[in-house]
């Protein structure tokens, strides 16, 4: 059963916006809500944090001021907005969650992951 979702991945030319979307089964809308990616031949990264609990946001200095996490709360779904897009934020984007309230960059706290969307920006 798939828990995660994402959607919204796709290829797009640099500078352009792409709106991906993390939708959430009920049984892990956790508390923090990630993006992480992993481009071709690196380790997989941490680029912004959602938690739910008071609405507490960060993102990585690679990405801040370019992409904006925000969230659907009907819809239990997290959505990373990402705008002047560059050829090295080509990667596949993950989603993950894990119930703790506070919200960690590193992978190994978040217990659940979603199978990923590629991101391609070309020059």
């Known amino acids: 059963q798939v828990r995660l979702t994402e959607s919204g991945g796709g290829s797009v030319e640099t500078g352009g916006s792409l709106r991906l979307a993390c939708e959430a089964f009920?049984?892990?809308?956790?508390?923090?809500m990630a993006w992480f990616r992993q481009a071709p031949g690196k380790e997989r990264d941490w680029v912004a944090f959602?938690?739910?609990?008071?609405?507490?946001?960060a993102y990585a200095d690679s990405v801040k001021d370019r992409f904006t996490i925000s969230r659907d709360s009907q819809k239990k779904t997290i959505i990373l907005q990402m705008s002047n897009l560059k050829p090295e934020d080509t990667a596949m984007y993950y989603c993950?969650?894990?119930?703790?309230?506070?919200?960690?960059?590193?992978?190994?706290?978040?217990?659940?992951w979603g199978q990923g969307t590629r991101v391609i920006v070309s020059s």
């Open positions: 959602f938690r739910i609990d008071d609405g507490n946001i």
């Open positions: 993950a969650t894990d119930p703790r309230w506070a919200c960690g960059r590193s992978q190994g706290q978040y217990r659940t």
């Open positions: 009920e049984s892990v809308y956790h508390n923090c």
